[in-house]
RNA sequence: GCGAAAGUGGCGAAACUGGUAGACGCCCUGGACUUAGGAUCCAGUGCCUUCGGGCGUGGGGGUUCAACUCCCCCCUUUCGCACCA
């Protein structure tokens, strides 16, 4: 190794790093525009909460997106890399309370502290597209579109049975409820009845499920069968009961015709009008339905919950026996889903054989299975399987698929019933009685009902003067604002004082990017442009809500001629999560770090001396005490080892697990990198290789930086970014050797070209992931074009062919040699030359050979009987 | 319960179409060089071994000349949904 010069500088990630980001931002090499003859490239990444600060999170999904961005930049498209705040919400209100300060000046203050922080990353976003959705156009525009939608029919208000969240006071929709608990506030969710307004995102249900199934190769399975469940499309009956002595019927949905035989009693929901009748002269029943209503919600509760239930004394006639069974109010039928009433078969169905156990009533077994005879008397559970069809009368011994069809249409034709579709997905609610989100731009008159705010009126601005409690709507309070006059009649009125949910900011933010001056929602030409999105990266928890509503958003936007595609995002990457070890005291809890000490093998409590226990990793969560602060590692070494360390640790769509010696190896590596360019760029000039070296040791280096330019590409191409690294990290230990040999002053030609190729490869190939460093070294390297705007490298298909090959000999599938042949050396020869292979003579004594295996470039097995 | 993903050294992970299991990095061990300041460089590093080799990808079977990879059964973990008729 050559002594350090002195007169060699050092790598100094932060000078480099305010250096490079300022030539950037100065150049505007990453802006985007839709006159640039190139192809476009939309690349996406979910805009951040301006909390106060980013975390691991933001990192390392913004990290993945710049790295695509920079990559597809480098192979010659023209990318749209944009970045934007999602800053409505009730942190911002609840802050304002704290800090006795307005929600939108907290809010602006974040943005600027994580504009800055952002900006330290390095990240090549087109800052001119920048917004934050609180701002009063993108407000306007989002009003506008809200009306355009209430035009075609998709807008509604009604009375509804809401999850009232008592801590948030404000209401969530069904994807905002976890485990009955709301999904920011943890409050377990109350049942409450309020008008609402809704966005009909059934209508498309169909839709949305088909789309899915273009989407297959380009979003992750998991997301996409959980939009299929969560659309929970499902194919059945609907007919109706007669019930004795009474006028109404009692229309019940079936997924299971074939099973109509076995009907022995039929549920209601404890909010089904028949309930209600029967309860109103009868306590009882009253009373019960009261109980099913208190009910929790939560997991734990449904799965403690008996099956229960109240006979209402009224008797429903069987459509096709006449037969007349009991109608029980129970209290496991959902009012939302179907008719909030069903037909009970306890012999096929789990749920009405506990019902029928626990009330002692019948169970007749019409399906029966192949090879077994069910007996009622015997069944411990019900079947549920596939069978034929028995005490059915004119459809016994049909199985169950050829019965659901014939059984089907038989009502069809008598007009008993119809085949139906039904669907789990229920309209959007996006109603919220708080303050900080865009207000619903209706008005209420009391003569003309609702009317809409004409668009030449709007925006309806938030009023700054509020007095925020944390209690209730402050708009509801406010002393002028909701007062108006009804733009039909002229007569007083009052405006909507609902705010939207804060889900259909964010469910047209990627439109809005592509044209954010435009003095209208949407410039249709600049958003055909872009769209759709070609790669869109964020994290697995939007898998339902907002990747569901932007769908559904950008489909409606769509039929009101604003956007010509029907899907918004080609391709989805969900990135892991960042997790950490944790730190646990019997005394204080979860400990920082810096709240332990080390002593030997033991790890202690420096509050209490207790030992603190080592718990596996989890998310990074500050309540887990086990947070990295992204501002520390950036400040110490620089975004770009930052960058690299997330990228290495693991492949992007796998959670990473933070560890402080790997963020280390990240660093060393960078230093390696950054000695072995400056000892080639300070080599005489040769300039880079292009031919093959005549030295045959060269012409294998020569090898192995074309070989890494086919990997790295390979590798980024798939989304497999920490196996490029590891490629590039090979040719950079391949290189060391030469270094000292090329620093001599006799020193071949060949090898300083062979050098300089290697070294301006390796600079190239880091780039997207490391850019600041990369571009300081490509200056080294004596390039005056910064190297973002350069091109992504294309292995010599000459300098890939390998001369030798070193191939595997097996005997019986099991490695006992290796042979380096010649590239061009023919079966027979190399099937003789393993024959005579010294180390192979033992194992071939005295046994023959069955067959030889020949896979060519690869090994060659020898099969001994 | 239903659906999806995953299980590989002390650790994070590789292995692309069935063809050298453990690349690359961390940790650790030895050595070189050293007064500089988060060092650097070289070598070793799956387990066992009588040094011939044997055993190894959650467990058990199977297909194949050859299985981390394909098939069957089972176990475990994570995530999502959850009385959806």
Redesign the pocket.
């Known amino acids: 190794?050559s002594p350090q010069d002195p007169t060699r500088e050092k790598y100094n990630p932060q000078a480099i790093e305010a250096k490079w980001q300022a030539f950037w931002e100065q150049d505007q090499s990453f802006r985007a525009t839709e006159t640039d003859p190139r192809e476009k490239y939309y690349l996406l990444v979910m805009f951040p909460y301006p909390s106060g600060r980013i975390h691991m999170g933001h990192v390392r999904n913004y990290t993945i997106g710049d790295l695509i961005a920079r990559y597809q930049r480098l192979r010659g498209y023209n990318v749209l890399h944009p970045m934007g705040w999602d800053a409505f919400g009730m942190p911002a209100e609840n802050a304002a309370i704290q800090k006795n300060t307005h929600p939108r000046a907290w809010t602006y203050s974040n943005i600027d502290t994580m504009r800055r922080e952002l900006q330290s990353m390095g990240l090549s976003y087109d800052w001119q597209r920048e917004f934050a959705t609180c701002n009063p156009d993108y407000a306007h525009w989002e009003q506008e579109l809200f009306l355009k939608l209430y035009e075609k029919g998709l807008v509604y208000r009604k009375l509804s049975q809401v999850n009232w969240d008592p801590v948030d006071q404000t209401v969530l929709a069904?994807?905002q409820?976890?485990?009955g608990k709301g999904w920011r506030s943890g409050a377990a969710v109350e049942r409450k009845e309020l008008s609402q307004w809704f966005l009909r995102i059934t209508a498309y249900a169909d839709e949305l499920l088909e789309g899915l199934r273009q989407l297959e190769g380009g979003w992750p399975?998991?997301v996409r069968?959980?939009q299929?469940?969560?659309i929970?499309k499902?194919q059945?009956l609907e007919f109706a009961f007669a019930i004795e002595g009474l006028e109404e019927t009692l229309p019940?949905?079936?997924?299971?015709p074939d099973t109509l035989m076995g009907v022995t009693f039929c549920?209601i929901?404890a909010e089904h009008p028949l309930a209600k009748r029967v309860a109103a002269d009868n306590p009882a029943a009253q009373r019960f339905i009261q109980a099913c209503q208190t009910?929790g919600?939560s997991?734990e509760a449904?799965?403690r919950?008996?099956?229960r239930g109240f006979d209402t004394g009224l008797q429903a006639i069987h459509p096709l026996s006449g037969a007349r069974v009991p109608i029980f109010i129970a209290?496991?039928?959902?009012?939302?889903?179907?008719?909030?009433?069903?037909?009970a078969?306890p012999a096929h169905?789990q749920?009405d054989f506990?019902f029928a156990k626990r009330y002692q009533l019948p169970i007749r077994v019409v399906i029966q299975p192949d090879g077994e005879l069910l007996d009622p008397l015997q069944m411990g559970a019900a079947y549920t399987g596939p069978g034929r069809l028995c005490h059915s009368g004119i459809f016994d011994g049909l199985d169950t698929e050829s019965a659901k069809q014939k059984i089907m249409a038989h009502f069809s034709q008598q007009g008993l019933g119809k085949t139906t579709v039904?669907y789990?997905l229920r309209d959007w609610g996006i109603s919220r009685q708080r303050y900080w989100g865009n207000p619903i731009p209706i008005i209420h008159c009391p003569a003309c009902g609702l009317v809409p705010v004409p668009v030449d009126q709007l925006p309806v601005p938030l009023p700054e003067d509020v007095t925020l409690t944390g209690n209730g709507n402050p708009l509801v309070r406010h002393p002028s604002w909701k007062e108006c006059l009804c733009p039909r009649c002229g007569q007083a009125a009052q405006r909507e004082t609902d705010t939207m949910d804060t889900f259909t900011e964010s469910s047209w933010y990627f439109l809005r990017y592509c044209c954010p001056d435009f003095a209208a929602p949407l410039d249709p030409a600049r958003v055909n442009h872009w769209m759709p999105v070609d790669q869109y990266v964020g994290g697995?928890?939007h898998?339902?809500l907002h990747l569901l509503y932007a769908r559904f958003f950008h489909k409606a936007l769509r039929d009101c001629g604003l956007v010509a595609c029907d899907e918004p995002f080609t391709r989805l990457l969900t990135q892991g999560m960042v997790r950490k070890d944790t730190l646990r005291c019997p005394e204080h809890g979860w400990r920082y770090p810096e709240e332990v000490s080390q002593q030997g093998e033991g790890l202690y409590c420096t509050a209490c001396a207790a030992p603190v226990t080592v718990g596996r990793n989890e998310k990074m969560s500050k309540s887990k005490h086990n947070v990295v602060d992204p501002n520390d590692i950036i400040q110490?070494?620089g975004a770009d080892t930052a960058r690299l360390f997330m990228l290495?640790?693991?492949?992007p769509e796998?959670?990473?697990?933070w560890?402080d010696?790997?963020?280390?190896?990240?660093?060393?590596?960078l230093?390696?990198l950054w000695?072995m360019v400056q000892e080639i760029a300070a080599l005489p000039f040769q300039p880079p290789a292009c031919r093959m070296p005549a030295d045959p040791a060269l012409r294998m280096l020569r090898c192995k930086t074309h070989e890494t330019m086919d990997?790295v590409s390979?590798?980024v191409q798939r989304y497999?970014f920490?196996?490029g690294?590891?490629?590039v990290?090979?040719l950079?230990?391949a290189a060391?050797?030469w270094l000292a040999p090329a620093a001599r002053p006799d020193a071949p030609a060949e090898l300083l070209a062979v050098l300089r190729e290697l070294a301006e490869t390796a600079v190239v190939l880091l780039n997207p992931y490391v850019p600041h460093i990369t571009e300081e070294l490509w200056r080294h390297l004596g390039h005056h074009q910064p190297l973002c705007r350069h091109r992504w490298p294309q292995a010599d298909p000459e300098a890939l062919q390998r001369e030798e090959i070193?191939?595997?000999v097996?005997i019986?599938?099991?490695?006992?040699a290796?042979l380096t042949v010649a590239r061009e050396a023919t079966q027979a020869a190399i099937e003789a030359a393993a024959l005579a292979e010294p180390?192979l003579q033992?194992h071939l004594a005295g046994r023959t050979i069955q067959?030889m295996?020949w896979?060519p470039g690869?090994?060659l097995?020898i099969?001994l009987r």
Not at 252 to 256: A, E, I, K, N
Not at 661 to 669: E, I, K, L, Q, T
Not at 812 to 816: A, E, S, T, V
């Open positions: 190794m069904n994807e409820v976890i485990d399975e998991t069968s959980m299929t469940h969560w929970g499902s059945g019940v949905y079936t997924t299971r549920s929901a009910a919600t997991e449904i799965e919950l008996e099956k209290n496991f039928v959902l009012m939302g889903y179907g008719t909030g009433a069903v037909m078969v169905d749920r506990e039904q789990r697995i928890e898998a339902v110490g070494y290495f640790a693991a492949p796998q959670d990473l697990e560890n010696s790997g963020v280390d190896g990240a660093w060393r590596f230093n390696r000695r990997k390979r590798d497999q920490n196996t690294i590891s490629a990290m090979e950079v230990n060391n050797e070193t191939l595997v097996q019986n599938g099991k490695l006992r290796r180390a033992p067959k295996v896979v690869r090994l097995n099969v």
